[in-house]
């Protein structure tokens, strides 16, 4: 079947260049395979970085009514290249005063965590690189440590503003990283299983042959959907919850003392960590590499995967060409005051799913607990006393 | 101003070498923030070189965490001795430095000058160089305002978006100044006695079209200011200024008007033809930066009726007094001042004459400069991120602040 074929052509790939080793001990071939995986992984993953870094540019340059890069190759689309030249070359500046070991690390210890992250998402059938049990708590685990990588960053260069920068990033990606992870949980209870792979496979299958499974599709699923995306733009520090980095306040936050590729890296670390939240987002509410209908499951499942985190991506540069930054306490405030509860009430909600059978009994009292939830947090949280459009007065 | 920046750069009190604990002033009473227990703030120096301080200003802020418990602006680092040059210049000389004043109105900048020195030597202007000077100061207005509310949302890190879409109206305008003055920026455009060309037959009928896309920008413009919640968030009750502290300290302009004081000098000293207009004045309740950032918008609306009523009464005539001999211009001792309501306040130039053919004495009064210097009784109690956007709501531009 040429469907099958082309869909798991890179899993027939890499077992032939493993066959290439056909007396080698069982640990060689191990490490083999890892090898590849981590060589593909690196390989798209930077390639796509490169080129999302030329599409961002591109789609704020039309948002705002200008053209975009256009003037390395075609389209433009060599400018990461000329970028990452000029990125090389450039002087690597390390202030007198700053700790020269921590803040050479910093970089480094921020793009680990978020390459490590990528490792555990399945990108297509059979294509997980690194399929591990626990792969949704490792996620988080790794994920963690970018704080601290931030945090080194901050304190490592020395300067006021990376300090503030620094502190603003630790207060905010603390108090998200709790959202983000209740939000998880409503999906490992219905799937009973952290294992990435298991909530793709749970999401197979068509409603009456038409409606995929996904979970976005719940009520509880699409607003754990939603909060997960909003603190995963909190989480990779993208507009409006640019705080640690706000340019117009504090030049460039934790990175204002870092020149050249350390620079870079942070760039790149940042792009890595929207790919494994989107990537992670897409695995457990749009079903992962599964195709929205029965018949297109034609296409290669590795297509979908990206097409989806297509989607969100453009998502995230839309949002960063529209909105201003808000400000650190109203951004601590919404965490504290509206993400939480919101995210305990789709574990309810998908509780009380779950034990009416995925039924319509279910879906209607689920979305029931959403929506009062949502409603009377609404009601108690109402600035419009304080914040509202005004009418003025004219003198003639 | 504040020259003496080494004396000041220590804006904690108490002692800094370290030999007994810095203590500061209790600021608990005063301005209703909490006292830290350890006494510990961290000064910051924001500036001169700063993404969003609008040039090379410079603010010297103590934080309390991320709470602003002191501040102190450092002006000068774009001094150019323009007072100075004044006097060493003829009267006409000083007219091409007036544009590098305030490098986003050159037109009224020009028009104040030559307003002051018309006042000192009697000179009467001709009725169409004075439509021709109403229609240009606010068109000046209108692409200083478009492209203010456009910085000022970029210091609220809305990356540039809105600021470019401001700049694609303000390039119409300018290239309107362009085709008339021949230049975008720099228009040197007035003389005492009139303005230095007529605006050619297809001029006005390309201002008029110019205007009347012009509303359709600000609609949308509003619209995603007014409805936007971050921005009403970010910019409602922080900044407040009292009306008795902005009389008290001098304010003038849109950010005086927002505070709810009735001073329009269009409307106060009625300069040129304005009392011929027909235009209202907008007034603030709040005086806070959502106020100001909405006195430009409605400001805008009022120049685009302005400039309807100008395009119809415009008549035909010379737009220069033919008695003005410019080259050789000695104008009787004496003394005048000359202000108008620029986009960004009070204007003014002061000469003192005594009969030569340059200025004696040769003063200005910008308003950013003075409007500036009520930043730190607004910034008190707010956050560093409010900081940025309260000195974005006071629209400085460095080249008039220092001079």
């Not at chain 1, 705002?64 to 689309?77: D, E």
């Not at chain 2, 969003?52 to 680092?77: I, Q, W």
């Not at chain 2, 415009?314 to 003005?324: D, F, L, Q, R, S």
Request: aromatic share 12%; charged share 20%.
């Amino acid at each position: 079947m040429p469907g099958e074929f082309v869909d798991q052509i890179f899993v027939a790939a890499k077992r032939w260049l493993l066959s290439l080793l056909p007396h080698a001990p069982d640990w060689v071939v191990q490490i083999a395979s890892a090898l590849l995986n981590i060589i593909l992984l690196l390989g798209v993953f930077a390639t796509l970085f490169a080129l999302i870094s030329v599409l961002e540019r591109k789609i704020l340059g039309r948002i705002q009514n200008r053209y975009g890069p256009n003037r390395v190759g075609p389209f433009g689309l060599l400018q990461p290249v000329a970028d990452g030249i000029k990125m090389l070359i450039k002087e690597d500046v390390v202030p007198i005063r700053a700790d020269k070991v921590v803040h050479f690390l910093a970089p480094i210890m921020m793009l680990l965590p978020a390459i490590l992250a990528l490792g555990v998402i399945p990108y297509g059938r059979n294509m997980t690189a690194f399929s591990i049990d626990g792969g949704i708590l490792f996620f988080f685990a790794v994920g963690s440590a970018a704080e601290l990588a931030v945090f080194m960053a901050g304190w490592g260069s020395n300067n006021k503003f990376s300090m503030l920068g620094a502190m603003r990033a630790i207060a905010q990606m603390v108090s998200y990283e709790l959202p983000l992870l209740i939000v998880v949980l409503p999906v490992v209870m219905i799937v009973g299983s952290l294992s990435p792979d298991a909530i793709v496979a749970a999401q197979d299958g068509y409603k009456w042959g038409i409606v995929p499974r996904w979970f976005v599709l719940t009520p509880w699923g699409a607003a754990a959907f939603i909060l997960f995306f909003v603190a995963g733009l909190v989480e990779s520090n993208r507009t409006p919850f640019d705080v640690p980095e706000g340019e117009s306040e504090i030049v460039a936050g934790h990175m204002t003392e870092y020149s050249g590729f350390k620079y870079a890296t942070f760039f790149m670390a940042e792009y890595f960590g929207m790919f494994a939240v989107s990537g992670l987002a897409v695995t457990l509410f749009l079903g992962g590499w599964h195709a929205p209908i029965a018949w297109l499951e034609v296409v290669p499942s590795y297509l979908w995967f990206f097409a989806k985190l297509a989607v969100l991506l453009f998502v995230f540069i839309w949002i960063r060409g529209t909105l201003p930054r808000t400000r650190i306490d109203q951004v601590m405030s919404f965490a504290w005051k509206f993400m939480l509860p919101m995210a305990f009430t789709c574990v309810i909600a998908a509780a009380v799913w779950h034990y009416q059978a995925h039924g319509w009994a279910g879906w209607l009292s689920s979305l029931g607990i959403v929506a009062v939830v949502y409603l009377g947090l609404s009601r108690l949280l109402d600035t419009r006393r304080k914040f509202a459009t005004r009418t003025y007065r004219f003198a003639e | 101003m504040n020259m003496s920046s080494r004396a000041e750069r220590s804006v904690v009190e108490g002692p800094r070498d370290g030999t007994s604990p810095v203590i500061p002033r209790d600021p608990s009473t005063a301005l209703g923030m909490t006292t830290r227990l350890d006494g510990e703030l961290l000064e910051v120096s924001m500036g001169p070189q700063h993404p969003s301080t609008h040039g090379v200003f410079r603010m010297n802020v103590a934080l309390d965490g991320e709470t602003v418990v002191k501040l102190k602006p450092v002006f000068g680092y774009l001094h150019r001795n323009h007072e100075k040059i004044g006097e060493n210049t003829s009267y006409l000389g000083s007219m091409p430095y007036t544009d590098r004043l305030d490098y986003f109105c050159s037109l009224t900048n020009n028009w104040a000058y030559a307003l002051s020195v018309e006042k000192l030597a009697g000179i009467e202007v001709p009725e169409r160089a004075e439509y021709l000077r109403i229609i240009l100061a606010e068109l000046t207005r209108l692409q200083n305002h478009a492209s203010l509310l456009g910085f000022l949302l970029s210091d609220m890190g809305a990356w540039g978006t809105p600021l470019m879409y401001a700049f694609r109206e303000r390039e119409k305008i300018l290239d309107l100044f362009e085709s008339l003055a021949g230049s975008r920026m720099m228009c040197d455009y007035m003389r005492f006695g009139g303005c230095r060309v007529d605006a050619g037959p297809d001029w006005i009928g390309r201002a008029k079209k110019v205007l009347d896309a012009f509303p359709r920008f600000l609609d949308e413009f509003e619209k995603l200011l007014v409805s936007n919640e971050i921005v009403i968030a970010r910019t409602q009750h922080i900044g407040k200024l009292t009306a008795d502290l902005a009389i008290s300290a001098g304010i003038t302009g849109p950010m005086l008007r927002a505070s709810g004081v009735n001073y329009d000098l269009r409307k106060v000293d009625g300069y040129g033809f304005y009392p011929r207009f027909k235009f209202r004045v907008p007034l603030g309740d709040h005086g806070d930066t959502y106020d100001r950032l909405m006195m430009r918008v409605l400001e805008m609306r009022e120049s685009i009726e302005i400039l309807k009523q100008a395009f119809e009464q415009i008549p035909a005539g010379p737009v220069m007094n033919p008695k003005v001999k410019l080259r050789s211009f000695r104008p009787p001792v004496g003394e005048a001042y000359g202000r108008i309501e620029g986009p960004k306040g009070e204007l003014g130039f002061y000469l003192i004459s005594d009969g030569s053919s340059n200025p004696y004495r040769y003063r200005v009064r910008p308003p950013s400069f003075i409007n500036l210097t009520i930043l730190e009784d607004l910034c008190l109690g707010h956050t560093v991120a409010d900081v940025m956007v309260i000195l974005g709501s006071v629209d400085i531009v460095m080249g008039e602040v220092d001079r």
